[in-house]
T-cell receptor, first 113, second 111 residues
Framework: GAVVSQHPSRVICKSGTSVKIECRSL??????MFWYRQFPKQSLMLMAT?????????EQGVEKDKFLINHASLTLSTLTVTSAHPEDSSFYIC?????????FGQGTRLTVV | SQQGEEDPQALSIQEGENATMNCSYK?????LQWYRQNSGRGLVHLIL?????REKHSGRLRVTLDTSKKSSSLLITASRAADTASYFC???????????FGKGTRLSVIA
């Protein structure tokens, strides 16, 4: 079946630094990928839609300058958390659609100290 | 914004019992999916049911969909301790749109 690989699975960074998370579709092309965030004991919330070759669209309340998304190829989307703060600590997970289903990466646990 | 609402929020049962979780949503959908998430881990896709389907089975899982009531249920039969996890329903309005997740049900199966 379709596989989406997300890397890294865990990252700890210092406050003020930037962290890049990669999301790859391994055996299919994904013109659209989605980035979600999940805080402890809560559900997944869509952050943004990543579109290959064009700008990402962000959900209300998500700062586009803080969460930079690049979707330069049909198999790779990246999310960069810039100037990370402790409140950005969360579980970030990407997905790619291969109709009718969606395939998720393994998720990235970000801890900002 | 959240669309699905799971019910109950938490469920604790004995091993061997059946677990039923319900999900309601608000708008038209193309399909509805159920996922499992173990604590701190990624999502595991369980089952997808399309809007023109009413019931689907997969092993010990049974999913129903009532589009007139905008609701779905997930039944896990003969539960096992390993079924302990959070379960989420998620809806898609079309094949290439993001999923909208419900708040989830935390299931605890006690051995």
């Amino acid at each position: 079946g379709a596989v989406v690989s997300q890397h890294p699975s865990r990252v700890i960074c210092k406050s003020g630094t930037s962290v890049k998370i990669e999301c790859r579709s391994l055996d299919f092309q994904a013109t659209t990928m989605f980035w979600y965030r999940q805080f402890p004991k809560q559900s997944l919330m869509l952050m943004a839609t990543s579109n290959e070759g064009s700008k990402a669209t962000y959900e209300q309340g998500v700062e586009k300058d803080k969460f930079l998304i690049n979707h330069a190829s049909l198999t790779l989307s990246t999310l960069t958390v810039t100037s990370a703060h402790p409140e950005d600590s969360s579980f970030y997970i990407c997905s790619a659609s291969l109709a009718p289903g969606a395939f998720f990466g393994q998720g990235t646990r970000l801890t900002v100290v | 914004s959240q669309q699905g609402e799971e019910d109950p929020q938490a469920l604790s049962i004995q091993e061997g019992e059946n677990a039923t979780m319900n999900c309601s949503y608000k708008t038209s959908i193309n399909n509805l999916q159920w996922y499992r998430q173990n604590s701190g881990r990624g999502l595991v896709h369980l089952i997808l049911i399309r809007s023109n389907e009413r019931e689907k089975h997969s092993g010990r899982l049974r999913v129903t969909l009532d589009t007139s009531k905008k609701s779905s249920s997930l039944l896990i039969t003969a539960s096992r301790a390993a079924d302990t996890a959070s379960y989420f329903c998620a809806t898609a309005s079309s094949g290439n749109t993001p999923l909208v997740f419900g708040k989830g049900t935390r299931l605890s199966v006690i051995a």
